[in-house]
């Protein structure tokens, strides 16, 4: 039995293998495969909303009408242009400033004591276990012009009338910040809690001062934290809508409203298909190449 | 209606609930000893996808008693949410409660089963005239039943309002498209609905056009009113401005009849009474059915049937109106409805207004993607 598999090619580890494409294929190009089929055609008065790809005509004779109006209709309209940046925009924005606070919490806990860890851990992990939706509407109870911050603001007498932050771009990116934090801190205090500490004692034994360690040992050697961190940040960031919607500005453009929008108003399917396909291209392209340079960085240095 | 926020509040009552887990237990025992009434073997249920809020909890509890049908019932917030479950299919949902000009399209695809009128004698409760106006969006109003109707009219804190106008001209379509007007109200707070069909329906309204026109002249005039005003509007949302008028954080709102006076309720029911009115302006304005109708493939077709003709009997329609704050469409309730809102020129209009009042139609597919077109740049044209 044992021979009969292994000639087959199914050892364990294969097998092992194999789940995580199996996982890819049927939630990731399945549905992709299927999404880059409506995005290719027209829209109908029908159920479903769109015309079908694959036509019999007749005996033996396969119709496929490709309809590419849609991917030209993305470029005609200066709408989505602008929707794609100002999401990129809104979403590095985000991350910088996820960063900018992750990376001091990551730091502390990383080198906290043992024992605290695990407790400071759990809190940073605790929100979790709160519905997303409620955390955002929770944000509104706070910001709202009667709420928490603005009363709290005219009761210590820093202002006399409260200040408009619902509905505001500062809105967004406190609930943006806010809701992803967890995902910048996780992988940093995984990566600075590995990191070998002695190397620290050399470059102080070295002559480096506790700054300077840490710019030339401690940040360098946490940089593929810092972008697993970003990357988790940022990916959902430019596809938000349920944040923007609730805390945000009508005006705000993003391309998840307008997504929404294709979808939910325009009931045009192939156009509400084609814009998802130009954001997952938008995100996976740079990263690719990204992932490419440094991955021939890093082999540079080990050999 | 359309209310994410109560929604979400729901959602944190459910997890109240949740986590006063002996107390549920012991209803779900006492729910488990009713039934019994009911034909024994399969148990009957029919499932039901409403607007939030959009009925009284007692109705269907008696609805459940009078028939022993269990009702699933499941709540949306916006059309456009409905619309896509519909279209993709298989929505498992056996009454749904589409407004008439989504019904309109929806009909056209395919969508829905036609009734079976002989079994539903309530349908001689409806109001004739208002059965003819809805005729327009289901002809022969072969698929659908007026459920509730109301209108898209202007909402006011009176006394805000005052202190910054006297003589505000809330009875008319000025305070809300004359820039001058609109500019004294911006700190105080204006909101508008995020529903582009009945916004620029509106701004043609008040152009003296017709509300329905496809014609790109009329689309562009429309929105160079819109445009106008953009800067002193607050919030572009069709349903959170029923909480913030009730909190005091608004002054005006372009809102649907019924929801204005929720938030009178609201303000009520939070111990801070505010003078909240409703207008239709004397240009006159949008009027809309939410209709209740059954899926082509709807699994209890039966049950469906029973449901919508338990929501004619007169004495259930009153109590959904009260409730709910809109009219009904059911002649033979109107005189058992709370005086108040009976009586309310508003909400039941005198003849004379409601000649006032106009339908929204169905748009084209390519007149509606310009139409969004020209919302987007509205809402982001700051």
């Not at chain 1, 695990?118 to 409620?134: A, D, E, G, K, R």
């Not at chain 1, 109870?141 to 932050?165: E, H, R, S, T, V």
């Not at chain 2, 202007?154 to 001058?180: C, E, Q, T």
Request: hydrophobic share 50%.
């Amino acid at each position: 039995m044992k021979a009969l598999l292994k000639r087959a090619g199914l050892q364990g580890r294969s097998v092992v293998a194999a789940v995580p494409y199996l996982w890819l294929l049927l939630f990731f190009l399945i549905p992709f495969v299927i999404v880059l089929k409506i995005s290719f055609s027209s829209s109908l008065i029908a159920m479903p909303p769109y015309e079908p790809l694959l036509h019999w005509t007749g005996e033996k004779v396969l119709q496929i009408k490709l309809n590419l109006g849609n991917f030209a209709f993305l470029v005609e309209d200066n709408l989505y242009w602008k929707a794609y940046l100002n999401s990129i925009w809104v979403a590095s924005v985000s991350t910088f400033f996820c960063l900018l606070l992750g990376y001091p919490i990551a730091y502390a806990i990383a080198r906290s004591n043992p024992s605290a860890r695990n407790i400071l851990m759990l809190l940073i992990v605790l929100p979790f276990w709160t519905s997303f939706l409620l955390r955002v509407y929770a944000w509104i109870g706070i910001l709202k012009n009667n709420g928490l911050l603005n009363n709290f603001l005219i009761w210590i007498g820093a202002i006399d009338q409260p200040i408009q932050m619902l509905q505001t771009d500062f809105a967004v990116y406190v609930g943006i910040v806010y809701s992803y934090l967890p995902f910048m801190i996780l992988p940093l205090y995984a990566n600075l809690e590995k990191m070998d500490l002695t190397l620290l004692e050399a470059a102080a034994d070295l002559g480096c001062k506790p700054w300077q360690g840490f710019l030339k040992v401690t940040l360098p050697l946490s940089l593929p934290g810092v972008r697993a961190g970003c990357l988790l940040v940022f990916i959902p960031a430019v596809g938000e809508f349920v944040i923007p919607s609730l805390l945000g500005d009508p005006g705000m453009l993003m391309i998840g409203k307008v997504l929404w929008t294709e979808f939910f108003n325009n009931r045009d399917w192939p156009v509400a298909s084609a814009v998802a396909i130009v954001l997952l291209l938008f995100l996976v392209i740079p990263m690719m190449y990204f992932q490419r340079a440094q991955d021939a960085e890093a082999g540079g240095v080990h050999r | 209606m359309k209310n994410l926020l109560k929604h979400a509040a729901a959602i944190a009552a459910l997890s109240v609930l949740l986590s006063a887990c002996g107390k549920s237990k012991q209803a779900a025992t006492d729910e488990s000893a009713a039934p019994a009434a009911a034909p024994a073997g399969k148990e009957q249920v029919v499932n039901v996808y409403n607007w939030s809020d959009y009925i009284d909890p007692e109705v269907i509890k008696g609805f459940e008693q009078a028939t022993g049908i269990k009702v699933r019932y499941d709540v949306f917030d916006s059309n456009e949410v409905l619309e896509t479950k519909l279209l993709t299919g298989n929505s498992g949902y056996d009454v749904v409660v589409p407004s008439a000009y989504f019904l309109q399209r929806q009909v056209q695809a395919g969508v829905f089963a036609p009734l079976d009128k002989s079994q539903l004698p309530g349908l001689a409760n409806i109001d004739p005239d208002l059965a003819a106006r809805a005729a327009r969006h289901d002809p022969g109003n072969e698929h659908s039943v007026v459920y509730m109707w109301g209108t898209t009219g202007i909402g006011f804190d009176r006394a805000k309002v005052k202190a910054i106008m006297p003589d505000a001209p809330v009875d008319s379509w000025k305070l809300i498209f004359d820039p001058a007007l609109l500019a004294k109200f911006k700190d105080c707070g204006v909101s508008m609905l995020d529903d582009p069909t009945d916004m620029v329906g509106t701004a043609l309204l008040y152009l003296g056009k017709d509300p329905n026109s496809e014609a790109e002249a009329d689309l562009k005039a429309a929105e160079d009113a819109l445009m106008k005003i953009r800067p002193y509007i607050r919030t572009i949302h069709s349903s959170q401005y029923i909480d913030q008028l009730a909190n005091g954080e608004l002054c005006i709102v372009v809102g649907y009849s019924g929801d204005v006076l929720q938030a009178r309720d609201r303000a009520e029911e939070a111990g801070k009474p505010l003078d909240i009115g409703y207008s239709i302006p004397k240009e006159g304005a949008l009027m809309w059915f939410d209709t209740l109708a059954i899926p082509a493939d709807a699994a209890h077709k039966d049950a469906a049937h029973k449901f919508i003709e338990y929501l004619l009997q007169p004495a259930v329609a009153a109590k959904n109106s009260d409730f709910v704050n809109y009219a009904n469409a059911n002649k033979a309730a109107t005189p058992l409805v709370n005086a108040d809102l009976r009586n309310d020129a508003n909400i039941y209009p005198t003849p004379a207004v409601a000649a006032r009042l106009q339908p929204s139609l169905a748009k084209s597919a390519e007149f509606t993607r310009a139409l969004n077109r020209t919302w987007t740049r509205f809402v982001t044209g700051r």
